[in-house]
């Protein structure tokens, strides 16, 4: 193969802009402003506003900590977030638009191996000004294609000048335009505790992704940060709202599912954790996409471990909303969610003591448990029954779903008939014969939007 | 029996208030005259009687059941005459019934009204302004059940003094925010954008086309949420930039 051959001249660029992105790393310490950063950068600055906006939307999308959920901002002149969250569009992932998720910069003096945008990365560089990022988000929020604003960036010179990059859109926003939308705020893991106090005081939510869910991995793929380092940010934020008001900024965090070898169990637990300890109110998981070739992180051929984040989404659901610990759902004997059943169907299988449960006297707590009973179902039937006993035909008719619920339930002390009440026998029944056929991702998901699990 | 009215609000109150006067049975009920030789009740609407009853049941049914017989009664494509009036009975017989899911007039209007409140909630994230040359914000719509007046009090709360025109092409109606009034619509012309529209749009269907995850791409899922009806006036589905991307 020539030397020019596409492939080959790949390979050299490749070699060549992590030589020259390495040289500028060990020498960003004297570098003056953003632009200079880029000087000598084989790869241009992004010139215009479109081009800006692909790379840097292209190189946020990987974060999946945002949507938009009720806060007010008093006083505003523009906007107004909506309590239950507005979805403006879906990309060809299917996955809501609310927010306007754009890194204010996606170069990079850290090394995280996960992520794209680390600073050896041979790809297209750009930054947004404040100026630029505030007109764009009022523009679309006007025209109504968005809730507001995600504000994240790569680590530009220090920790604190970054910080300053988006506190100064942030202020732009709330100050001149009197916007009183979502704006959701990355913050940034080791500035310093007065920047935190000023973007709290402003933003709707902030988040700190601690991205691999134990020290150990941290410590390997992500170099710079720490557990510690970034849940700073986090407890920071949170004494900083509470000594305020008694209600504290929501915020929230990320896990990358399936990069590193913890297991549910592991990733359940830290979720729990943090939940019981109300510092978070929403923790998100990301199935890894190997972007990078790093001995230490899955082949970039191995396609992103959907299935097992969708059942943590699962789980989660239940940590949040249905009462359930995380040992309940997973342990030390049994550190994996099962793919083929939901972690509520999972864990009734494996206490089938519990059940059936009488439909028209268990309490709402008991219900909630039920295997395909989510909260709607419970309280249609809670509703329902104040009328007159249930039985199996009006469940169907109320529009409760009994694909899974039939196993685990009796109506007027009735059980169906067909199968007996035993592991073995439920799952049969529930995965069918010839499990050859996987559902698809889109079931799943439906599932999962509709919360009920 | 047969009965017709004229399709409005206004029109099936008064026929509720003439089931109750008349004693009226009906079996089927028609927005428009059916070609028929049968004999056929028609009611006429009287504002007098619509308000009569309207005050009936605000007086008797709990606001929320009230605000479920408002939507149903924007549902304006449906059939929902003999359910809805199945459900004003079955509420001025006892108002408690109302609270019954095992009736089955209780599940359809419940039913209606949510899928009513759907429609209203996502057509909050749906709608597209554009800015014309006076700067006034405008946006077309398309629905399958009347909304405008609900969308356009959304709007004028998001959009705060920033003037705007919600126009329902289909139903020729249009929410004006200065007046908080919904008009008819005679006749629209093809409005004239401003200069930065077109520079808007264009970030707006970069940012859309790059945010989605190769790796992920699910286009039933997209179609789920985003049903085709609704991309008429999207401009992120236009032409190139439909629901996959390319580089
Ligand atoms: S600090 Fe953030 S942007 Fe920079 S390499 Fe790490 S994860 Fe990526």
Same mark, same amino acid.
């Given at each position: 193969?020539?030397?020019?051959? /596409?492939?080959?001249?790949?390979?050299?660029?490749?070699?060549?802009?992590?030589?020259?992105?390495? @040289?500028? #790393?060990?020498?960003?310490?004297?570098?003056?402003?953003?632009?200079?950063?880029?000087?000598?950068?084989?790869?241009?600055?992004?010139?215009?506003?479109?081009?800006?906006?692909?790379?840097?939307?292209?190189?946020?999308?990987?974060?999946?900590?945002c949507s938009s959920s009720g806060s007010d901002q008093k006083g505003a002149s523009l906007g107004k977030s909506h309590a239950s969250g507005i979805?403006h569009?879906?990309?060809?992932?299917?996955?809501?638009?609310s927010l306007l998720?754009?890194?204010?910069?996606?170069?990079?003096?850290?090394?995280?191996?996960?992520?794209?945008?680390?600073?050896?990365?041979?790809? /297209?560089?750009?930054?947004?000004?404040p100026r630029e990022l505030a007109d764009i988000t009022i523009d679309f929020y006007k025209r109504n294609y968005i809730e507001g604003l995600f504000l994240?960036?790569?680590?530009?010179?220090?920790?604190?000048?970054?910080m300053g990059l988006l506190l100064q859109t942030l202020e732009i926003l709330r100050f001149e335009y009197g916007f009183g939308g979502y704006i959701h705020v990355k913050l940034?893991?080791?500035?310093?505790?007065e920047l935190i106090e000023k973007v709290v005081a402003l933003a709707s939510r902030v988040s700190?992704?601690?991205?691999? /869910?134990?020290?150990?991995?941290?410590?390997?793929?992500?170099?710079?940060?720490?557990?510690? @380092?970034?849940? #700073?940010?986090?407890?920071a934020a949170r004494d900083i709202s509470l000594h305020k008001t008694s209600a504290p900024i929501p915020m929230s965090?990320?896990?990358?599912?399936?990069?590193?070898?913890?297991?549910?169990?592991?990733?359940?637990?830290?979720?729990?954790?943090?939940?019981?300890?109300?510092?978070?109110k929403?923790?998100?998981?990301?199935?890894?996409?190997?972007?990078?070739?790093?001995?230490?992180?899955?082949?970039?051929?191995?396609?992103?471990?959907?299935?097992?984040?969708?059942?943590?989404? #699962?789980?989660?659901?239940?940590?949040?909303?249905?009462?359930?610990?995380?040992?309940?759902?997973?342990?030390?004997?049994?550190? @994996?969610?099962?793919?083929?059943?939901?972690?509520?169907?999972?864990?009734?299988?494996?206490?089938?003591?519990?059940?059936?449960?009488?439909?028209?006297?268990?309490?709402?707590?008991?219900?909630?448990?039920?295997?395909?009973?989510?909260?709607?179902?419970?309280?249609?039937?809670?509703?329902?029954?104040?009328?007159?006993?249930?039985?199996?035909?009006?469940?169907?008719?109320?529009?409760?779903?009994?694909?899974?619920?039939?196993?685990?339930?009796?109506?007027?002390?009735?059980? #169906?008939?067909?199968?007996?009440?035993?592991?073995?026998?439920?799952?049969?029944?529930?995965?069918?014969? @010839?499990?050859?056929?996987?559902?698809?991702?889109?079931?799943?998901?439906?599932?999962?939007?509709?919360?009920?699990? | 029996?047969?009965?017709?009215?004229?399709? $409005?609000?206004?029109?099936?109150?008064?026929?509720?208030?003439?089931?109750?006067?008349?004693?009226?049975?009906?079996?089927?009920?028609?927005?428009?005259?059916?070609?028929?030789?049968?004999?056929?009740?028609?009611?006429?609407?009287?504002? $007098? =009687?619509?308000?009569?009853?309207?005050?009936?049941?605000?007086?008797?049914?709990?606001?929320?059941?009230?605000?479920?017989?408002?939507?149903?009664?924007?549902?304006?494509?449906?059939?929902?005459?003999?359910?809805?009036?199945?459900?004003?009975?079955?509420?001025?017989?006892?108002?408690?019934?109302?609270?019954?899911?095992?009736?089955?007039?209780?599940?359809?209007?419940?039913? %209606?009204?949510?899928?009513?409140?759907?429609?209203? =909630?996502?057509?909050k994230g749906?709608v597209?302004f554009?800015e014309?040359?006076?700067g006034v914000f405008?946006?077309?719509?398309? $629905?399958?059940?009347?909304?405008?007046?609900l969308l356009g009090h959304h709007f004028v709360e998001r959009l705060g003094a920033q003037g705007f025109?919600l =126009?329902?092409?289909?139903?020729?109606?249009?929410f004006v925010s200065q007046e908080r009034?919904?008009?008819?619509?005679?006749?629209?012309?093809?409005?004239?954008?401003?200069?930065?529209?077109?520079?808007?749009?264009?970030? %707006?269907?970069?940012?859309?086309?790059?945010?989605?995850?190769?790796?992920?791409?699910?286009?039933?899922?997209?179609?789920?949420?985003?049903?085709?009806?609704?991309?008429?006036?999207?401009?992120?589905?236009?032409?190139?930039?439909?629901? $996959?991307?390319?580089?």
């Amino acid at each position: 193969m020539g030397a020019d051959s /596409p492939t080959m001249r790949g390979v050299c660029e490749g070699v060549l802009y992590r030589f020259l992105a390495l @040289k500028l #790393q060990r020498f960003h310490f004297e570098i003056k402003s953003l632009d200079t950063f880029f000087l000598g950068y084989t790869a241009p600055m992004a010139k215009t506003l479109f081009e800006k906006m692909a790379i840097l939307s292209d190189s946020a999308k990987y974060d999946v900590s945002c949507s938009s959920s009720g806060s007010d901002q008093k006083g505003a002149s523009l906007g107004k977030s909506h309590a239950s969250g507005i979805c403006h569009s879906f990309s060809a992932d299917g996955r809501c638009i609310s927010l306007l998720k754009v890194l204010m910069t996606n170069a990079c003096i850290y090394e995280c191996a996960y992520c794209i945008n680390r600073a050896s990365n041979a790809i /297209p560089r750009a930054a947004f000004t404040p100026r630029e990022l505030a007109d764009i988000t009022i523009d679309f929020y006007k025209r109504n294609y968005i809730e507001g604003l995600f504000l994240s960036s790569g680590i530009v010179k220090s920790e604190n000048h970054t910080m300053g990059l988006l506190l100064q859109t942030l202020e732009i926003l709330r100050f001149e335009y009197g916007f009183g939308g979502y704006i959701h705020v990355k913050l940034i893991p080791g500035c310093d505790t007065e920047l935190i106090e000023k973007v709290v005081a402003l933003a709707s939510r902030v988040s700190s992704n601690i991205e691999l /869910p134990s020290s150990h991995s941290l410590a390997l793929l992500a170099p710079n940060k720490t557990k510690e @380092k970034v849940m #700073q940010p986090l407890r920071a934020a949170r004494d900083i709202s509470l000594h305020k008001t008694s209600a504290p900024i929501p915020m929230s965090t990320q896990l990358i599912v399936g990069a590193t070898p913890e297991s549910d169990f592991d990733i359940l637990r830290l979720s729990s954790a943090l939940y019981e300890k109300a510092l978070l109110k929403r923790v998100y998981y990301s199935a890894y996409i190997p972007i990078n070739d790093n001995a230490l992180l899955p082949s970039t051929l191995t396609a992103p471990p959907l299935l097992r984040e969708h059942r943590l989404y #699962q789980a989660d659901w239940l940590l949040r909303f249905y009462g359930f610990r995380a040992e309940e759902l997973v342990d030390e004997a049994t550190r @994996k969610l099962d793919v083929d059943l939901d972690p509520k169907t999972f864990w009734a299988l494996r206490h089938l003591e519990h059940f059936p449960v009488e439909i028209n006297t268990a309490p709402k707590e008991v219900l909630v448990r039920i295997p395909g009973i989510g909260v709607r179902g419970a309280l249609k039937i809670l509703q329902a029954r104040k009328f007159r006993a249930l039985d199996h035909a009006m469940l169907s008719r109320l529009g409760v779903s009994l694909k899974r619920a039939n196993y685990f339930i009796t109506c007027k002390g009735v059980y #169906q008939k067909e199968v007996p009440l035993r592991e073995d026998h439920i799952r049969r029944a529930l995965l069918g014969p @010839k499990k050859l056929l996987q559902p698809s991702l889109f079931d799943w998901y439906q599932g999962m939007v509709g919360g009920e699990v | 029996m047969i009965v017709v009215y004229d399709g $409005t609000a206004e029109g099936f109150l008064s026929l509720v208030f003439e089931v109750y006067a008349h004693k009226l049975s009906p079996t089927h009920i028609f927005k428009s005259r059916p070609q028929s030789l049968l004999q056929i009740h028609e009611v006429r609407s009287d504002e $007098t =009687h619509a308000r009569r009853v309207l005050e009936g049941m605000k007086r008797t049914f709990s606001p929320l059941h009230v605000r479920e017989i408002q939507q149903v009664l924007l549902c304006d494509t449906l059939a929902f005459e003999l359910p809805l009036l199945a459900y004003v009975n079955l509420g001025f017989k006892d108002p408690k019934n109302l609270y019954d899911p095992t009736q089955e007039s209780v599940r359809t209007v419940q039913n %209606w009204a949510r899928v009513y409140g759907r429609m209203v =909630h996502r057509m909050k994230g749906f709608v597209r302004f554009e800015e014309l040359e006076e700067g006034v914000f405008y946006a077309k719509i398309q $629905t399958d059940y009347n909304i405008l007046a609900l969308l356009g009090h959304h709007f004028v709360e998001r959009l705060g003094a920033q003037g705007f025109i919600l =126009h329902d092409v289909e139903r020729g109606l249009a929410f004006v925010s200065q007046e908080r009034e919904i008009y008819a619509v005679a006749h629209a012309d093809v409005p004239q954008v401003s200069e930065k529209e077109l520079t808007c749009k264009g970030l %707006w269907q970069t940012f859309f086309s790059h945010v989605a995850i190769q790796n992920r791409t699910n286009p039933k899922l997209q179609q789920a949420f985003v049903p085709l009806k609704y991309r008429t006036y999207m401009s992120e589905f236009e032409g190139r930039y439909s629901s $996959t991307c390319k580089h």
